[in-house]
């Protein structure tokens, strides 16, 4: 089975076919959807969907960066008592990181609420999900004060360079979050990932952004995790099965499936 690692399904994008578009998910062999919240407002429409597939569908919490405003403390008070309240209902804290590409007016506000995230996550033994827009630096220098042994995640949407690769894997326990950008005939994501073990990646869609070729333009889904294992498989010269059976086992271990 395939387990697509990072999914917004709960989201409006998907109201007219919903347990439509994950049931043929499933059929397509991505048996596992983990699902990153995105502010307060998401929680609800994230725990119905885990409720509808509760086999298929697993749930995070965590503030994403670029819903981190004036009323952030607000949104991690009532995340926080969810998460430690219930602590076996999330698979990890996120989406949780920086993201400077659209907007720098809240980037110490931002800052505050990774370094408290990346603490429940330690706290609670969770592994955190990354999300690192024009961020690379301003979040390496936050984990490089927090990362400890008990720390553990991926980046998500890896788009960096080797160097970027090198410096997350030296942290020892995160992975590298694969998805559609892989696909584009302007990446260099395949030269980057031929110098990086296949036992570090992991495997998502984003939907419903950043689908992969053939479906740019249209809305992503998490059946087209095929798309991104195929040219995985291209890149790394090993068959389908071989990204199906190591990208599994990894998602696996990182979240304790």
């Given at each position: 089975?395939?387990?697509?690692t990072h ?109 408290v995230q ?140």
């Open positions: 089975m395939f387990i697509d999914t917004h399904l709960y989201v409006d994008a998907f109201a007219e076919d919903r347990t439509a578009t994950v049931q043929k998910a499933i059929d397509a062999g991505v048996e596992l959807m983990l699902l990153p919240n995105i502010d307060v407002e998401t929680i609800d429409g994230m725990h119905r969907l885990v409720k509808e597939f509760p086999q298929n569908c697993k749930a995070m919490m965590g503030l994403h960066p670029s819903d981190t405003k004036e009323n952030w403390q607000e949104q991690l008070k009532t995340m926080k008592k969810l998460l430690f309240d219930n602590p076996s209902d999330y698979i990890a804290v996120g989406e949780i990181g920086m993201d400077l590409y659209w907007d720098k007016t809240f980037i110490e506000e931002q800052r505050k609420a990774f370094a990346v603490e429940w996550a330690k706290e609670l033994n969770l592994p955190i999900v990354i999300h690192a827009r024009d961020s690379f630096q301003e979040i390496y220098e936050i984990l490089d004060e927090l990362n400890d042994d008990s720390l553990t995640g991926v980046f998500h949407c890896f788009t960096g360079t080797k160097e970027d690769a090198d410096k997350i894997l030296n942290y020892g326990n995160f992975k590298l979050g694969i998805g559609g950008v892989l696909t584009y005939k302007n990446s260099t994501l395949d030269e980057v990932l031929k110098q990086v073990d296949l036992k570090n990646i992991i495997l998502e869609t984003d939907s419903p952004y950043l689908p992969p070729v053939p479906f740019r333009g249209k809305r992503n889904e998490s059946s087209y995790i095929l798309h991104i294992a195929e040219k995985l498989a291209d890149v790394y010269g090993v068959s389908l099965a071989e990204i199906e059976e190591i990208t599994t086992i990894n998602a696996k271990q990182l979240f304790n499936l």
